[in-house]
């Protein structure tokens, strides 16, 4: 490569340093608030320095909550890994089902479902929000696991990636298995289901996130304490009013929202780029 | 669309599409259906009878100040995080591209924002900046600057701005740092032989070739800033100080559900629905064009 | 064992005709070659007796039983496909095995028949690999151990050879025609290289838009072409074309360039028309001391060792090719005197293109 080395080396390194280090800033000052007494952290200006009081802070966080909300936080995690699970595994399920039969199958109403499924990308909830909440309480799914997930499991973006994906694989693939003598579902079993695995795992990832981070629909559809998802159990924390707010608490459990997703995103990143570049096109 | 070799089943096409037909219309085109049609009704105050107002409901919210304001809340909103995560996200991109050594690291240190929820994004910020405890507001303080962003609006603003494009950067990144791995390293090469220093060439050769995700990308922030920060702003702002942040996602959801106005935040929903239609119809014409390369 | 017949077979895609009418019978345990230009229907044809294609009118029998309706898992048939079509995921024995897995046969059996075919192929060493960890030539030899593995009444090959480099594809092509010497098995193999299709066949059958031209063993087609199309596509390099009238008494052909051709049997019927005829390179000899039929103005030579490829002319329009055998030292410009034997000369309608 050309001019790779020489001095404009140090400031490339300087500006991704800053980079890093200014993504990470607010992340390290949070974890220091979930190390501290919560009269450390009033104390202004707040040390930048770990304390001792992390693992209490993160037991309080998890099995008691603050005393305002006084809803624990694991229970919280567990609603958010649900909904998240759910979520993920049903847009691949119901997405990779469609595809299959749009690509693989003649029928009337084909080119109709097509675009009923594109015209969703045109309509994300905030634009319907009202009248989805009036449906959703109709069909009595207010405060309840359906409720959370189902409306959200309808996914144009990853219908049109495996339909996209499907339409790679050689025709003679299907032919060879007709003649081997595996109809429709065993075709999608055997063959297409084992050849889309890196895909599954790349969108399982984005989809992960998309539905852990969550705001908006829990916001409407969950009034139950008990349904509360971690994103939206913060938002309760802090809506005791500045003087009430136990930091400390409130700081342990946005670190226990973001490990899990971040973790996601870290460990699977090969799949995750992937994910998100191929989800795009 | 081209129909491939495959099966010939009446029935079982149906079946497999059931689910996601099933739930796209009860919960997106039903419903977008009912908003398009109370955006044209008005209930009378006892909520006992509606009747057909034709577009009197868009009529009104274009006068209303509050809906004006929120319009031009948006725009900076938006613009100002469009243009600082794709800045940003550029700078490093091009600068992880340069480096040798360390690549991969700096790479997988500034993409995991991406899965922070804005929500969450929005609490990180709040905290830093918190008149009281926040250790930038008293950063700020000790230099002489006030910050209050609970009574400032311009300085609520910038720090929701600060969230949103925060948690945007790592996003916008990957695609910068694709794009550029795509370039063909045999250009730059031939540039630099036909004599292009290393500023010439970024400027003429390897932005150019960028060009066409970078403008995917402003579609794609313009998409987030307008409908993905909902969270930042109901977490960190709740909209205010008076309206100084209240962008037209959080108006919708504050109108229908706190200020309960049905036939106002229909019509809202409407005009929000031709914004993300055109947004989407340039993002899918442009899409096609790249395919055309 | 079984045999194919085809009767009155056509085909098309809306309201194109692919196919026009194909009728043949193929023999139990024939190997018959279906060879023609790309877009002439041959793979069509292949398809529709595998069951990939409907039939649109006319039928097709296998095993005396008309099967035009029946799925192609239910034909008794095998094919082997130009990309080898594997399943990516799966290894070797997987592959071979799937179709009898898919059949409810016992571990045991598809364990038995899989090692036999692996035996005969002589891949017992890569039954554990991944269809990516093979070379070309080994991926063709599983497609091939997949279609045996069934023991089908039929084994249908759709350009098996054409995606492997040339001497692969030479070596591939004898080892098909061993092992059907060994199976036995009616096989249809379709191909666009004539060269295969003549070394394979035990009868051919040329089509041409759809059309069936000629259907014989490859020395008749050689020897006796029906039609202007056969005797171009077969044989290389590729028969001359010269434009021609045969003369009142029909028992020679004029020639371009003043040259006159005896003829082996009069053309009574024939005389005084104009005629496009046909001579194959390999059938001009050089004269020697012998009276020539004509004298060739030579612009190219190219020398095969084996043999001597000569580019001429004779007169204004007859451009000509001759292959001479051996390594002839023959110079350009040169005029070489040639003779041609009367029963190496045929003769074609220049507008029906028909034999006459």
Redesign the interface.
Known sequence: MIEKKGMGTWLTHAVLILGVLTVAFPIYVTFVASSLTLREVLDAPMTLIPGSHLVENYRTALFSGTRMNATPVAGMLLNSLIMALVIASGKIVISLLSAFAVVYFRFPLRMVFFWMIFITLMLPVEVRILPTFKVVSDLEMLNSFPGLTIPLIASATATFLFRQFFMTI?D??V????????GPM?FFR??LL??S?TNIAALFVILFIYGWNQYLWPLLITTDHRMDTIVIGIRRMLAAGDDQIEWPVVMATTMLAMIPPVLVVVVMQRWFVKGLVDSEK | MRVR?GYSNKVLPYILVAPQVIITLVFFIWPASQALYQSVQRQDPFGLRTRFVGLDNFAAILEDPGYLNSLYVTAIFSISVAALALGLALLLAVSADRVIRGATAYKTLLIWPYAVAPAVAGVLWMFLFNPTIGSVAFALKALGYDWNHLLDGNQAMLLVVLAATWKQISYNFIFFLAGLQAIPKSLIEAAAIDGAGRNRRFWTIILPLLSPTAFFLLVVNVVYAFFDTFGIIHSVTSGGPARATEILVYKVYYDAFEALDLGGSAAQSVILMAIVISLTVVQFRYVERRVHY | MAEVSLRGVKKQFGATQVIHGVDCEIEDGEFVVIVGPSGCGKSTLL?MI???EEVSSGDIAIAGKVVNTV???DRN???V?????????MSVYENMA??LK??GLPKTEIRERVDRAAGILQIEALLERRPRQLSGGQRQRVAMG?AIVRDPAVFLFDEPLSNLDAKLRVQMRVEIRKLHQTLRTTSVYVTHDQVEAMTLADRLIVMNAGRVEQIGTPITLYEDPATLFVAGFLGSPAMNFLSGSVSADGRSVALPGGVTAPLAATHGAAAGRPVTVGIRPEHLDLAGDAPPTATIKVDLVELLGADTIVHGRIGDGGLLLARIDGAVPIRTGESLPVVLAPNAVHLFDPGTGARI
Do not use: C, T, W
Request: hydrophobic share 40%.
């Open positions: 050689p003679e693939l032919e060879a298995s007709k003649i081997d003598g595996a065993r055997d063959v084992p050849l695995r | 070799v | 398809r595998a069951g990939l799925e192609p898992k048939i095998a094919m496909f130009q990309n080898y079509a594997l399943y990516p995921h799937y179709g898919i059949r997949r």
